[in-house]
């Protein structure tokens, strides 16, 4: 079993910066895919981005690409998401998640955060 605690959401303007963090325990994070989900009111839970076990490859969502960084410290058991140039339509709860599987689909994956809420807003 592995649980996941996701912190560092909040508040910010249009143009800010967060970093989330989702720490591991119960297993080393460093043999599961880590990935981030994200699910805003009214609307479906979405994929936002992906770390591989196997080689620290990443992924990401087009809406996010280039302003968000996935990345994870094995020695500290936590995966991290750094947004950089927030913008309203980034609000939601996110969550981190983990499993074996290697997908953009949430059903995929094992284990799951409570989430933490990121409001992006002036």
């Known amino acids: 079993q592995v649980q996941l605690v996701e912190s560092g959401g909040g508040l910010v303007q249009p143009g800010g910066s967060l970093r989330l963090s989702c720490a591991a325990s119960g297993r080393t994070i460093s043999s599961y895919n880590m990935v981030w989900f994200r699910q805003a009111p009214g609307k479906v839970r979405e994929f936002v981005a992906l770390i591989s076990w196997h080689d620290d490859s990443t992924y990401y969502a087009d809406s996010v690409k280039g302003r968000f960084t996935i990345s994870r410290d094995t020695a500290k058991n936590t995966g991290y998401l750094q947004m950089n140039s927030l913008k309203p339509e980034d609000t939601a709860v996110y969550y981190c998640?983990?499993?074996?599987?290697?997908?953009?689909?949430?059903?995929?994956?094992?284990?799951w955060g409570q989430g933490t809420q990121v409001t992006v807003s002036s």
């Open positions: 998640a983990a499993g074996r599987s290697f997908s953009r689909v949430d059903n995929a994956y094992d284990y």
